[in-house]
């Protein structure tokens, strides 16, 4: 099956200093790929949505200048959290979708567990 | 607006008979879709539905019903590995996934 990757798994970082996450399509080439945010005991929570190429959709509430998307190519997403704060603390995982409009699943990689101190 | 309900937890004991309950209200459909997620970890997928009608995949079932907005999933002989979250999401018209906020089954011995 299809297989996304994510790396760091964990990073630890001081406030004020940014953050980059890569998303990587392993075996499978992601005309779109999603962001989401994840606090404890909630819901997966839909940031950015990206294609390939193009800049990407930010869901409302979203702060585009602080979470920046990059997805240059069909394998690659990244999304840096710039100037991180102690709230910025969570989840974060990234999905991968094959041909668009692909009526079938998104691929999530194992997420990376984001802690400010 | 756009929204999927399910039961925020429920519990059931080792072996038995589950159903997790799903309702949509979307702009357009092209789909629902069951995840799992244990705790710390990201989310796997389970099934996927379009049509109506019961998907059987091993100990898990899901079943849908389009003119209801309603799905469920089942779990049979339930093994303590299966205390997780399980998300419910929907492909609205647009192709975007609507997610539900999850369901927390708790196993018993």
């Known amino acids: 099956g299809a297989v996304v990757s994510q790396h760091p798994s964990r990073v630890i970082c001081k406030s004020g200093t940014s953050v980059k996450i890569e998303c990587r399509s392993l075996?499978?080439?992601?005309?779109?790929m999603f962001w989401y945010r994840q606090f404890p005991k909630q819901s997966l929570m839909l940031m950015a949505t990206s294609n390939e190429g193009s800049k990407a959709t930010y869901e409302q509430g979203v702060e585009k200048d602080k979470f920046l998307i990059n997805h240059a190519s069909l394998t690659l997403s990244t999304l840096t959290v710039t100037s991180a704060h102690p709230e910025d603390s969570s989840f974060y995982i990234c999905?991968?979708?094959?041909?668009?409009?692909?009526?079938?699943?998104?691929?999530f990689g194992p997420g990376t567990r984001l802690t400010v101190t | 607006g756009q929204n999927i309900d399910q039961p925020t937890e429920m519990t059931a004991t080792e072996g038995a008979i589950v159903q997790i309950n799903c309702t949509y209200q979307t702009s357009g459909f092209n789909g629902l879709f069951w995840y799992q997620q244990h705790a710390g970890e990201a989310p796997t997928f389970l099934s996927y539905?379009?049509l109506d009608g019961l998907e059987e995949k091993g100990r898990f079932s899901s079943f849908l019903s389009r003119s209801k907005g309603y799905s469920y999933l089942l779990l049979k002989e339930l093994q303590m590995k299966d205390s997780a979250s399980y998300l419910c999401a929907v492909k609205d018209s647009n192709y975007q996934l609507i997610w539900g906020a999850g369901t927390k089954l708790i196993i018993k011995p």
């Open positions: 999905s991968a979708q094959g041909l668009a409009g692909d009526s079938y699943e998104q691929y």
């Open positions: 075996d499978f080439q992601a005309t779109t």
């Open positions: 539905n379009v």
